[in-house]
């Protein structure tokens, strides 16, 4: 099995571990993904002319599927973005609770425009 099949396979495991895992432990997902992506890497960097029509074939699919895979990462980035700025959220409201008396730099000025 040349790099390019390896790399094909391991698209396509990728890609169905994150379509049924997707609502698994974030972290154990973010782990096994950078697995995957780093032994995916390595098949491709083993990868060397010639190439066959088979092997340019198999290319054109790794690129839509690889389409597909870049689709689902965005997804769980876009998912863990939205949770670290929930938290940053809950963070400000919490110290604004705790402290509600504390001098904001933008409250208290006038500005004459008088002349």
Same mark, same amino acid.
């Given at each position: ?10 698209t /396509? $495991? *990728?890609?169905?571990? %994150? +379509? ?7 972290? #154990? =997902? ?36 690889? /389409? $597909? *895979?870049?689709?689902? %990462? +965005? ?7 939205? #949770? =670290? ?21 933008d ?9």
């Amino acid at each position: 099995m040349n790099g390019l099949q390896i790399s094909y396979k391991l698209t /396509k $495991e *990728l890609i169905s571990y %994150l +379509e049924n895992n997707s609502d698994g432990n974030r972290d #154990s =997902i973010i782990e096994k993904v950078a697995e995957y992506l780093d032994r995916r890497e390595k098949a491709i960097s083993i990868v060397s002319p010639p190439y066959s029509i088979e092997d340019e074939l198999l290319v054109r699919e790794l690129v839509q599927i690889n /389409k $597909e *895979l870049n689709i689902l %990462l +965005e997804q769980i980035k876009k998912e863990i973005q939205k #949770s =670290i700025n929930g938290l940053s959220r809950k963070k400000v409201s919490i110290n604004r609770y705790i402290n509600p008396y504390e001098m904001r730099q933008d409250e208290g000025f006038f500005y004459d425009k008088k002349k």
